[in-house]
Nanobody, 122 residues
Framework: QVQLVESGGGLVQAGGSLRLSCSAS????????MSWFRQGPGKEREFVAA???????YYGDVAKGRFTIARDNVKDTIYLQMNRLKPEDTALYYC????????????????WGQGTQVTVSS
């Protein structure tokens, strides 16, 4: 089994920055793909970014140009640096992990964290 714990969320003014972290424990050899998703109020969960082990970053449209994903395989941790935040970025941000599958597809992910709340004020 794999456990995922997110941290780093909070309240920030529009234009500000936050850095989210997700730490994996357990059978982390199974976490070939680690990704970030988010779910805002009244919205469906959407893909933000992914980072396969021994691969490179892959971004959804919402992340391009403002967000950066990084992966530390030694620490079994991924990060999401979010810059120039907007009110529409307000959401619960989830960390997810999978052994294989299509990176932006929800059903590809076997393991999920509890989420960390990001709130961006005007």
């Amino acid at each position: 089994q794999v456990q995922l714990v997110e941290s780093g969320g909070g309240l920030v003014q529009a234009g500000g920055s936050l850095r989210l972290s997700c730490s994996a424990s357990g059978r982390t050899s199974s976490t070939y793909i680690m990704s970030w998703f988010r779910q805002g109020p009244g919205k469906e969960r959407e893909f933000v970014a992914a980072f396969p082990r021994n691969g490179g970053p892959y971004y959804g449209d919402v992340a391009k140009g403002r967000f950066t994903i990084a992966r530390d395989n030694v620490k079994d941790t991924i990060y999401l640096q979010m810059n120039r935040l907007k009110p529409e970025d307000t959401a619960l941000y989830y960390c997810a992990a999978s052994e294989d599958g299509l990176l932006p597809v929800l059903s590809s992910y076997k393991y999920w964290g509890q989420g960390t709340q990001v709130t961006v004020s005007s």
